[in-house]
């Protein structure tokens, strides 16, 4: 073989080898594109991870089984679909820090509460004014929630003017007066608000229809939803845990009359998921007695029907380790020939995973 044999033969391997090489990566290529059509044709699924064991009921149960008491009545008979596995977040432990009262303190003389605080339990402290007597507060330092009350009978000048604002401008209002107190979280800055207006006289207070009516505005306050699907529901559908008493008076120090606020945070690092029951489960739980019922639980109904089930999370006015999803059971029956409304909350947990 000469050196022109030997170059040729050079040249045809190192063709062939290219073709061979760009054939490996041609097929390369369409099993990585086979690959990625069979997960999305066939997604990978990831059971729950049970995080945190199994957990407590959210609620105390308080209805009495009733096997026969309930209908279904949703429209076209549809019913929520869950996802396959639920969400539970950890709500952290809280705990005081050496620097708790002095923060409770910077707050309560932001806010015109000026005099030494008196304990009153170890973690709650009462704060007063010097200069406006009426003015007085109650603050846990350890979890931060408290109530403001203004003695409005003994100052019926805060009850006296006219209200002239609209819905937005008075809930732009609360939320500022929550944000004095530096407790205006970031679910409460875009969540449902619902006003209610009040006609005060000393220790009377009657609701009326109207701001003309009115002297002073309940503004109540919800949690924004969450994962932008969820409602976060009150334990008392009546009232939401934050809400403020405004007065229709000129002056701003006498404006704020009440402020409730009771918040717990969860921690959305710290997540364990879990199966759900299903609706109909959820439902045959009711039935025997393992719900939560909100309005209409000391009734004595004829019947229920359900017309509406709807997946949430209960939003806890007492403090509790986890936060958790709940089915909301509304509808109404008959009481004594009286249509009234019901309201049940039920765990949408499996059973298998509670204690």
Known sequence: MNLSEISFNFKSAIKYLGIGLVVLFILWLLWLLLVFLFGLINPKKIGPDIAFGKLPVPFTANFVPSPNLFSLETPGGVLPIPP??????????????????????????SNGLDADPDKISENEWQFTSNKVRARNLKYNIVTGN????????????????????????ITKLARSFIKDFNSLKPDLVNGKSRITFWKLAGK????????????????????????????????????????????????????????N?????????????????????????????????????????????????????????????????IYVFEGD????????SFVAYVSAISSNYQQ
């Open 204 to 259: 009377d207070k009657n609701q009326v229809s109207s701001y003309s009516d009115a002297n002073a505005v309940l503004v109540e306050i919800f949690r924004d939803k969450l994962e932008d699907k969820y409602e976060v529901i009150e334990g008392n559908p009546d009232k939401s845990s934050i809400n403020v008493l405004i007065s229709a008076a000129q002056k701003t120090e006498k404006k704020l009359l009440e402020l």
């Open 261 to 325: 606020y009771t918040y717990w945070h969860y921690d959305k690092a710290k997540i364990g998921t879990y199966p759900p029951k299903t609706p109909l489960k959820a439902l045959d739980d009711l039935k025997k007695g393992n719900g939560y019922a909100v309005i209409g639980g000391s009734e004595v109904f004829d019947y229920v029907e359900i017309a509406k089930i709807s997946l949430a999370y209960l939003n806890p006015i007492t403090e509790v380790r986890y936060f958790q999803p």
């Open 333 to 340: 029956g008959l009481v004594k020939g009286v249509r009234k």
């Open 146 to 169: 408290f109530v403001f009350t203004y003695d409005w009978v003994s100052d019926p000048s805060s009850l006296v003017g006219i209200f002239k604002t609209n819905d937005a401008e």
């Open 84 to 109: 396959t596995t639920l969400k539970v977040y950890k709500v952290p432990n809280v705990e005081g820090k050496f620097t708790s009262l002095e923060n409770a303190k910077k707050i309560a003389r």
